[in-house]
Each structure stands twice: as C-alpha cells, then as structure tokens.
C-alpha cells in the first residue's frame, strides 16, 4: 500500500472541488435568469364583459324562478272544468304550423 506524504494526487482534488465550485456558479447563473425571465413574462388576466355579467345574472334568475307558473295551471283547470275554455281551431292550426317551420 502506497502512501502520499507529498500530496501529489492533491491537484486532482483541487481540480475536482474547482470544476464543482464552477458548476454550482453556473447552476446558481441559471436560476437567477431563469426567475427574472419570469418577473418579466406577462401576466395571464381575464375579463369579464357587461353582457357575461348580464348574462350571468339572468341565468341566476332563471334558477330562482319556478318552473311551472301553478296560478296560470288552476286558472285552466277550472275554466276546462266549467266548459268555458274554448279553443280556436285556426289559430291553434297557424301556431302549430309556425312551430313546425321554425324546426326545419
């Protein structure tokens, strides 16, 4: 077994710890670039239009209100029930027609 009493293998050390001081230099470098590149990109943002809101706020209309209109239903049922409901054949005939033009 070889001993070293003159450190001659000691510039492969400080070669070593040089090449791991440059490298942590170079590391620390490209961090710091890399965070003030992102100072610098631009910001995400969104806004909102007046008709979105308008929108938004008929739509939480919308889901408050009742679905059926149950005053219009027992208006109906006793005008049905006493036979003074009558129906128009004509004008049920155009609003069926106008229904079905609107599909196609």
């Known amino acids: 077994m070889a ?4 450190n001659l293998n000691n510039a492969n050390q400080v070669k070593q710890k040089l090449d791991q001081q440059v490298q942590t230099k170079q590391q620390v470098t490209e961090s710091a670039n890399a965070s003030q590149q992102a100072k610098l990109a631009p910001r995400d943002s969104v806004s909102i239009t007046p008709q979105a809101k308008q929108l938004s706020e008929l739509q939480k209309k ?43």
């Open 62 to 104: 919308a889901g408050d209100s009742p679905v059926v209109n149950q005053k219009k239903i027992d208006e109906l049922k006793s005008a049905i029930a006493s036979g003074d409901y009558k129906v128009n054949p004509e004008k049920l005939a155009a609003s069926i027609a106008n229904f079905e033009f609107d599909l196609g």
């Open 3 to 6: 001993i070293n009493i003159n």
